[in-house]
């Protein structure tokens, strides 16, 4: 799913679009974007600010086109059209996370007086990946969805969320869901009535991919109040301990109350940490020699010929060319030794 997003991001929309660019985005796609492209690549691809729709600036940009990515909501088509009736860049290239309702689309059409729309696509990317093989919705709590207390907003995320997923992978799924539970059925019917009438759109081939791909994965909706022992059965891993003790949201780890003072978080992703990716679902009883096999790799690194000394031309250039490789490795290794002394530290003083 996170190579499905890049391409979305990076590829189809930014990158197709030439010249200089704003990036427009939402609250969620903010987020969704820093997990797929650091800004130093978003800044290669002539992209001049970041900006967020529900605070955009009121400086004028005639030479600069906007890329906007955002989720087909109506607040955001709202603010959008509010923007259009007055714009300020050169056009305006828009990017829906997913399907777009037609009467919002009317709405879009409508404020745009000044015909400065260049084009309008939908990318399915309305979930946040953190991995190859790992997304999340971010909703922690479906409580609202029990009777009385009904959340409809909640149970249509789930469900567009899932869609998106199922789109960006190209997969027409068999849905298997866990009878015993109301909202698992309601679920999985909402979301075959969604692929079968293209998310409820006038795409009714929306599903419709190649004859290869079609009934290619299973989509398997649990109940976890029934499912009780599954997450007590591996809590001793790296990635469930940083998540059960330290607390980690879009690979970000909350990292205030770690010694050194100062540090507001870390970020864990398997895509730019070599030692995180190794071991991300390594017991906690093994990581600790593979966090010093990483220490005595940094000394290495950092070690200089003829006892520390930089004797020659030739050793300076050596050790120049590898510095940037060296202070990275660096942080990537400081970062994970506070990590693993403070789960150590919470798992001696909670007598875990």
């Given at each position: 799913v996170w190579e499905s997003v890049r391409h979305y991001v990076y590829t189809k929309a930014i990158e197709e679009v030439h010249g200089v660019k704003c990036l427009i985005l939402d609250e969620e796609t903010s987020r969704t974007v820093a997990l797929v492209c650091s800004h130093t690549q978003i800044l290669n691809a002539q992209v001049y600010s970041?900006?967020?729709?529900?605070?955009?600036?009121?400086?004028?940009?005639?030479?600069?086109?906007?890329?906007?990515?955002?989720?087909?909501?109506?607040?955001?088509?709202?603010?959008?059209?509010?923007?259009?009736?007055?714009?300020?860049?050169?056009?305006?290239?828009?990017?829906?996370?997913?399907?777009?309702?037609?009467?919002?689309?009317?709405?879009?059409?409508?404020?745009?007086?000044?015909?400065?729309?260049?084009?309008?696509?939908?990318?399915?990317?309305?979930?946040?990946?953190?991995?190859?093989?790992?997304?999340?919705?971010?909703?922690?709590?479906?409580?609202?969805?029990?009777?009385?207390?009904?959340?409809?907003?909640?149970?249509?995320r789930l469900s567009e969320g899932l869609i998106s997923v199922l789109l960006a992978l190209r997969r027409s799924p068999l849905i298997v869901f866990q009878r015993s539970s109301p909202i698992a059925e309601k679920l999985a019917f909402d979301i075959e009535e969604r692929i079968a009438t293209g998310n409820r759109s006038s795409d009714l081939d929306l599903f419709q991919f190649s004859a290869g791909r079609q009934g290619t994965c299973m989509l398997l909706i649990m109940d976890r109040r029934d499912d009780a022992a599954v997450p007590l059965l591996m809590p001793w891993t790296y990635?469930?301990?940083?998540?059960?003790?330290?607390?980690?949201?879009?690979?970000?780890?909350?990292?205030?109350?770690?010694?050194?003072?100062?540090?507001?978080?870390?970020v864990l992703s398997?895509?730019?940490?070599?030692?995180?990716?190794?071991?991300?679902?390594?017991?906690?009883?093994?990581?600790?020699?593979?966090?010093?096999?990483?220490?005595?790799?940094?000394?290495?690194?950092?070690?200089?010929?003829?006892?520390?000394?930089?004797?020659?031309?030739?050793?300076?250039?050596?050790?120049?060319?590898?510095?940037?490789?060296?202070?990275?490795?660096q942080g990537t290794v400081a970062k994970h030794v506070a990590i693993t002394c403070e789960l150590g530290r919470q798992v001696e003083s909670r007598q875990l």
């Open positions: 970041v900006e967020r729709l529900d605070s955009m600036s009121k400086k004028r940009m005639g030479r600069v086109r906007a890329v906007c990515i955002i989720r087909p909501t109506s607040i955001n088509i709202r603010r959008l059209a509010q923007e259009l009736s007055a714009p300020k860049y050169e056009e305006y290239n828009i990017f829906f996370t997913n399907t777009i309702a037609e009467h919002l689309l009317k709405d879009l059409a409508e404020a745009d007086v000044s015909q400065v729309v260049c084009q309008v696509q939908e990318i399915f990317m309305d979930f946040y990946p953190l991995s190859p093989t790992l997304f999340t919705l971010n909703e922690p709590c479906c409580a609202e969805l029990e009777a009385p207390s009904w959340n409809q907003a909640l149970f249509t990635a469930a301990m940083v998540h059960e003790l330290l607390g980690i949201r879009d690979n970000r780890v909350d990292m205030a109350r770690v010694p050194p003072p100062g540090q507001d978080e870390a398997v895509h730019d940490d070599e030692l995180y990716r190794r071991c991300e679902h390594t017991l906690f009883g093994e990581l600790g020699p593979a966090v010093t096999a990483a220490v005595n790799d940094l000394q290495k690194m950092t070690g200089a010929p003829g006892g520390g000394r930089l004797q020659s031309v030739k050793d300076i250039q050596r050790f120049m060319n590898s510095f940037p490789d060296v202070r990275r490795q």
